[in-house]
């Protein structure tokens, strides 16, 4: 059985792009628009990873952090930001930062690597 990913970000064109290369690397892929829609999903199903923008309306990256670890998911995040210095040293603990714009071939080796 595949490896199921959570993927939110506000960006159409983003959540499309890396749906589509994260499915064809064998990842399934739910997605949502906004944190909020990201948390409800969180809640309904068991994902291996997430991987999140920082900045979303309706609940943004580090409201779903904060999500994850209320829950005790034990998951990796891959939080996707221009803004490294937003999240406290306690936000990082275990978040893996990507650049914005991601590099595709580092996400994917990164989550990769991850769930190894």
């Known amino acids: 059985m595949s490896k199921h990913l959570l993927l939110a970000d506000d960006d159409p064109l983003s959540l499309k792009l890396l749906t589509e290369i994260l499915g064809i690397q064998g990842y399934r892929v739910s997605k949502a628009v906004n944190g909020q829609d990201a948390l409800a999903l969180l809640a309904a199903h068991h994902f291996d990873a997430v991987v999140t923008d920082l900045h979303m309306p309706n609940g943004d990256g580090r409201a779903l952090l904060r999500g994850i670890q209320a829950a005790g998911r034990d998951i990796p995040v891959f939080m996707v930001t221009i803004d490294h210095d937003a999240l406290t040293a306690a936000e990082r603990k ?7 714009p991601v590099s595709i071939h580092q996400l994917v080796a990164a ?3 991850a769930l190894a």
Request: hydrophobic content about 40%.
């Open 111 to 113: 989550i990769g690597e």
């Open 94 to 100: 275990g978040v893996h930062l990507m650049p914005k």
